[in-house]
């Protein structure tokens, strides 16, 4: 039984298009995260939700919209689609702030 | 700017023999550290972590070494074994609660040779 699972795990779309990621823990955390892992290997913080509110929002291109329907999902919506968008990104949560529980990742190609 | 440095990418050990991973800061403003492992199409994992007020954080055969002054910490693995094998990233946190984000360093890839 999966603790963080996000879905889809890889995600094909052309330059332009609007896609979501969805993301669903049953830890009963608090906190949620959105990551986003590079070409460069950094992962960086893009979102952070604790019980449905926003608490951290890095310098992230408004195209990037976080949406939490309850504390056990955070979905990322991307309009427009870039090629700099290509990444994987990953869903995370957390207890406490400290221990992070990952998803599995989603790889995003912009073509 | 990279507050968190890893600047080993890659380090390859032989199984039974100890491996030792570094991680740089510049932030001293840190309070807690943070070790996690990676396997490919996996999520990152937590492993081990450390407050600043401490210097040495054990379990079992992973321990993390904290050297405040010199914004140095390590994580040591002995012995090493060939599932450890994986990408390492260092991440560190200014206080705690959900205030604050982990700042992940670039990682280390280790290869565990049998």
């Known amino acids: 039984d999966t603790a963080v699972s996000q879905t889809p795990k890889y995600l094909v779309t052309q330059m332009g298009n609007d896609k979501s990621i969805k993301c669903e823990q049953n830890?009963?955390?608090?906190?949620m995260y959105w990551y986003k892992q590079d070409s460069k290997k950094f992962l960086k913080i893009m979102f952070s939700?604790?019980?449905?509110?926003?608490?951290i929002n890095e310098t992230v291109p408004n195209r990037f919209s976080p949406k939490s329907p309850d504390k056990a999902h955070l979905n990322l919506h991307i309009n427009s689609l870039e090629l700099g968008d290509s990444a994987v990104y990953f869903c995370?949560?957390?207890?406490?702030?400290?221990?992070?529980?990952f998803g599995s990742g989603t790889q995003l190609s912009v073509l | 700017d990279q507050q968190v440095k890893q600047n080993s990418p890659s380090l390859s050990v032989q199984e039974g023999r100890i491996s030792i991973l570094n991680c740089d800061y510049t932030?001293?403003?840190?309070?807690?550290f943070l070790w996690y492992k990676k396997y490919p199409a996996e999520g990152p994992t937590f492993l081990i972590s450390?407050?600043?007020?401490?210097d040495k954080n054990e379990d079992g055969r992973f321990t993390v070494f904290l050297n405040k002054s010199a914004k140095h910490l390590s994580l040591h693995i002995v012995p090493s074994q060939p599932g450890d094998s994986a990408v390492y990233f260092c991440?560190?946190?200014?206080?705690?609660?959900?205030?604050?984000?982990?700042?992940f360093g670039k990682g280390t890839k280790l290869s565990v040779k049998p």
């Open positions: 995370a949560s957390s207890p406490y702030g400290l221990e992070l529980f």
């Open positions: 830890l009963g955390h608090d906190t």
């Open positions: 939700y604790n019980n449905k509110e926003l608490i």
């Open positions: 932030n001293s403003m840190f309070d807690y």
């Open positions: 450390i407050s600043s007020i401490k």
């Open positions: 991440a560190a946190k200014r206080g705690g609660g959900s205030q604050g984000n982990l700042i």
